[in-house]
């Protein structure tokens, strides 16, 4: 089974929108999921931009590596920056 993206899902969300025989009650549920999803991708795409800055402050010198929060520590050690993030 294939995993699913983001994209997938939008597209999917738009495919149903343009169905011309939804019933009335049907577009309204619609429009209610599309919403919600819109307003979760927001969030995330949020969340990506704070990590892209993170790192930019890190690779421009801005932040030191000794200077990383607890929170991306983990994340900066996985892509092997650092030794020992504490």
Do not use: W
Not at 51 to 59: D, G, N, P, R
Not at 62 to 82: N, W
Request: glycine content about 2%; aromatic content about 4%; charged content about 35%.
């Amino acid at each position: 089974m294939s995993k699913l993206t983001f994209n997938d899902h939008l597209d999917d969300m738009m495919e149903r929108l343009m169905n011309e025989d939804l019933s009335s009650d049907q577009l309204e549920l619609e429009l209610k999921r599309s919403k919600a999803l819109c307003q979760i991708a927001d969030k995330k795409i949020e969340d990506k931009k704070v990590a892209l800055e993170f790192v930019q402050a890190i690779s421009s010198g801005e932040i030191s590596e000794k200077m990383i929060p607890v929170v991306f520590a983990d994340d900066y050690k996985r892509v092997g920056k650092i030794e020992n993030a504490e």
